[in-house]
């Protein structure tokens, strides 16, 4: 997003003190108090899953918050219970090369995870100049940012080691797909029309370097085309206003950056 929030969204407004709207975001302990039922625990969220270094947790501890960092946050290395513990060194490692070894050198610190680290996340970002989100084709990688939100949200992803439903594709929405192996084939698809990257909508690819500016055949739909990682001005950590994405709006905007035919 040019000149506002960054790229992870901003925790305001999830924050106690601010007016928040627990429903925004991810309530971090610290920053706001633990959501009610059923918002308690993940949505989605199955037990046991593999996960860089490890298994997750068997079921998320009714005492737990969710934190920054550790088995209960995203951040880290997730096998280890204490947030600090589980980044400690990783600010002082080169992390010129992101190849997901070390938590040092995982996209964010978000351990195995591939990508491109903008430098300022996203203060200032253009089309050719941005966050380079790791995706996969075919549902079948560890490294993306899509897997990692899955490690909480298994239900949610179609991914072997997580768990996602393959009968129900609306469970939720299909993550690391390629448009390349959408129903019917990607030309003459309604996709095929999104042609530039959109900061609003931004997609995943297999490589990324975060100087994409195209849009084309192997891109790949990801949790966070969608979602904020971290809180955001709209319901559910949406990335628009999902009320006011509608078909036939005429806009190429919001589902319809995609799903481009339902605009008109
Ligand atoms: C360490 C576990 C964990 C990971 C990893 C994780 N989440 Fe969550 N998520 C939670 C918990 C716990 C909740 C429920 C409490 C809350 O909303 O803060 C939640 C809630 C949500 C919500 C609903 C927010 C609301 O209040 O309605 C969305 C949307 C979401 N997560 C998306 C994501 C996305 C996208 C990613 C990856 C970038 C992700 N999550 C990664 C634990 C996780
Ligand atoms: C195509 C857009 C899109 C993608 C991609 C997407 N979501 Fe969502 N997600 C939504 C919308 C819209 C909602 C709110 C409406 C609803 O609950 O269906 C939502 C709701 C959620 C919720 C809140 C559910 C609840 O019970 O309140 C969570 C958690 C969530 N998404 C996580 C994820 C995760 C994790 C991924 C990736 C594996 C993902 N989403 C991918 C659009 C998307
Ligand atoms: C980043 C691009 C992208 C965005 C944004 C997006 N979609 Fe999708 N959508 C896809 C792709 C790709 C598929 C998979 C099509 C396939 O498998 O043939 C899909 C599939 C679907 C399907 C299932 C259609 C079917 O026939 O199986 C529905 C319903 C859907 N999307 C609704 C939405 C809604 C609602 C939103 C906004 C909340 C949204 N999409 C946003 C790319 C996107």
């Not at 901003?10 to 108090?33: E, Q, R, T, W």
């Not at 219970?81 to 995982?106: E, F, M, Y």
């Not at 050719?128 to 079948?140: E, P, T, V």
């Given at each position: 997003?040019?000149?506002?929030?960054?790229?992870?969204?901003?925790?305001?407004?999830?924050?106690?003190?601010?007016?928040?709207?627990?429903?925004?975001?991810?309530?971090?302990?610290?920053?706001?108090?633990?959501?009610?039922?059923?918002?308690?625990?993940?949505?989605?969220?199955?037990?046991?899953?593999?996960?860089?270094?490890?298994?997750?947790?068997?079921?998320?501890?009714?005492?737990?918050?969710?934190?920054?960092?550790?088995?209960?946050?995203?951040?880290?290395?997730?096998?280890?219970?204490?947030?600090?513990?589980?980044?400690?060194?990783?600010?002082?490692?080169?992390?010129?090369v992101i190849d997901g070894s070390t938590v040092g050198t995982s996209y964010r610190f978000l351990y195995g995870i591939k990508g491109k680290e903008h430098k300022t996340w996203e203060y200032q970002a253009t089309a050719n100049n941005h966050n380079g989100y790791k995706g996969d084709g075919n549902y079948s990688s560890m490294e993306t940012i899509s897997y990692l939100c899955g490690e909480c949200h298994g239900a949610y992803h179609l991914h072997q080691n997580l768990g996602g439903k393959t009968s129900d594709v609306w469970v939720r929405h299909p993550v690391d797909i390629s448009f390349s192996v959408v129903k019917g084939g990607y030309t003459g698809s309604e996709y095929q029309k999104y042609t530039n990257y959109s900061l609003d909508t931004p997609i995943a690819y297999i490589n990324p370097t975060g100087m994409e500016t195209t849009v084309d055949v192997n891109s790949i739909v990801m949790c966070l085309s969608c979602h904020r990682a971290h809180a955001s001005n709209y319901q559910s950590m949406l990335r628009w206003d999902y009320s006011k994405v509608f078909v036939g709006n005429g806009a190429q905007t919001g589902c319809l950056t995609c799903h481009a035919d339902k605009a008109k």
């Amino acid at each position: 997003m040019v000149g506002g929030d960054l790229a992870g969204g901003n925790f305001y407004y999830v924050a106690d003190g601010y007016n928040p709207d627990y429903s925004k975001g991810h309530n971090v302990g610290g920053i706001s108090l633990r959501e009610l039922p059923p918002k308690d625990v993940p949505p989605g969220f199955i037990g046991s899953v593999i996960i860089p270094g490890g298994t997750g947790p068997f079921q998320w501890d009714q005492t737990k918050q969710l934190t920054c960092a550790g088995t209960w946050g995203c951040h880290g290395d997730r096998t280890i219970a204490d947030p600090l513990q589980s980044i400690s060194g990783a600010h002082h490692t080169d992390d010129s090369v992101i190849d997901g070894s070390t938590v040092g050198t995982s996209y964010r610190f978000l351990y195995g995870i591939k990508g491109k680290e903008h430098k300022t996340w996203e203060y200032q970002a253009t089309a050719n100049n941005h966050n380079g989100y790791k995706g996969d084709g075919n549902y079948s990688s560890m490294e993306t940012i899509s897997y990692l939100c899955g490690e909480c949200h298994g239900a949610y992803h179609l991914h072997q080691n997580l768990g996602g439903k393959t009968s129900d594709v609306w469970v939720r929405h299909p993550v690391d797909i390629s448009f390349s192996v959408v129903k019917g084939g990607y030309t003459g698809s309604e996709y095929q029309k999104y042609t530039n990257y959109s900061l609003d909508t931004p997609i995943a690819y297999i490589n990324p370097t975060g100087m994409e500016t195209t849009v084309d055949v192997n891109s790949i739909v990801m949790c966070l085309s969608c979602h904020r990682a971290h809180a955001s001005n709209y319901q559910s950590m949406l990335r628009w206003d999902y009320s006011k994405v509608f078909v036939g709006n005429g806009a190429q905007t919001g589902c319809l950056t995609c799903h481009a035919d339902k605009a008109k």
